[in-house]
């Protein structure tokens, strides 16, 4: 499916969507999903990990990707950017400038998350790309993009912590403070 130029962009601008739901496009159409405690929650928790284990990096969520590549610019749930990177103003993100992204499970990315998010990383040259499932209680640490995708992957339960390089750093992610559903 693709997007004529501009239409994501003239739909955002168009349409309120309150904070504990998502406006996705779908083979169905637009939908309004809701956002689940587990993965509100979740996403903060990482942040504050990213924010407390990463000195001179910043934990940045409720952002799209840019440059748009086939009319689509990704929101991760979270990431981390060099502080001095950072513009409060801005809601865009560079692609270049993350060395990885997070996404969380919810019912209806399950899909998506794990088959299509991956392949739109990787074409991005995004190093790292976590998937953590509140569905299942497991995580999946996709690594080394080339050709649009990622050639190494690990996973794990939650309680288990999560090595993920950054830049000259190794951001560790303590898994046993994820929610699950």
């Not at 050639?151 to 994820?178: H, N, R």
Request: glycine residues 6%.
């Amino acid at each position: 499916m693709t997007i004529a130029e501009g239409w994501v962009e003239l739909v955002q601008d168009r349409i309120e969507v309150p904070r504990s739901a998502r406006l996705r496009l779908t083979e169905n159409g637009l939908t309004l999903v809701p956002v689940t405690q587990a993965h509100t929650t979740t996403a903060r928790r990482i942040q504050n990990q990213i924010e407390a284990g990463l000195p001179g990096w910043a934990a940045v969520g409720e952002f799209s990707l840019v440059p748009p590549r086939e009319g689509y610019k990704p929101e991760p749930d979270a990431a981390a950017l060099p502080l001095d990177q950072v513009h409060p103003g801005e809601s865009e993100i560079n692609e270049a400038l993350l060395p990885f992204v997070v996404e969380v499970v919810s019912p209806e990315s399950k899909n998506r998350d794990y088959n299509t998010e991956p392949s739109h990383y990787a074409l991005r040259g995004i190093p790292v790309y976590l998937i953590v499932d509140v569905l299942s209680a497991t995580w999946t640490l996709l690594t080394q993009p080339e050709d649009g995708a990622y050639q190494c992957t690990q996973s794990g339960p939650f309680g288990k912590e999560i090595a993920i390089p950054v830049a000259d750093q190794t951001l560790t992610l303590d898994s046993s403070q994820f929610m699950r559903i």
